[in-house]
């Protein structure tokens, strides 16, 4: 037994990232990834709750209900496995996005945000499937090898980092 479990650590030092290697997938757990999914729900409750085209939404200063969240875990090779998330401090909600801070996490490995729903102009839901270039731009900029977008349990988006900070955008990703 004691064998099994030295092999098991000489293994795990064996495939510790390697300085600038990308990550290749994300695995995120099935628990972890249905308790983002119940932070989507709340954030999204009363998605509707301005009516389109309003002055307030056309002006753009109806704050976002966004959720930022912080995401940990560990790299091991090529691969990034997420352990838990857990709220950002100092969240600041604006019109058209939101701020936060996750550098209190000692094995933080990235962000995650929800994404809110948005009326159409029949007043239908609309997802927004796509992390934008302002999210580009903080995520390679920011210390974080992944970030993640979620619109609804079945709408995930994952970017990662590559050597030299460049973002791969549509990380493939696995529940578990």
Known sequence: MKTAAALLLVCGV???QEPGRPAAIVVLPAAIRDSMSAIWTAS???WDWIPPHTPSEVMGTAPTRRYFGCVMGS????TLWVRN???ATGVKRGPTGVTADCSNISDLIGTWQTHPYRAG???HPIKERGIS???FRAFAEADGLVTISMWDVDSLDVATKEP???VRHHTPY???
């Open 164 to 166: 030299g900070g460049g």
């Open 14 to 16: 064996a495939v510790a």
């Open 133 to 135: 270039g302002k999210e």
């Open 85 to 87: 998330v857990v709220p």
């Open 121 to 123: 102009y029949q007043g």
């Open 44 to 46: 999204n409750r009363n």
């Open 174 to 176: 696995i529940i578990r």
């Open 75 to 78: 790299a091991i090779g090529d």
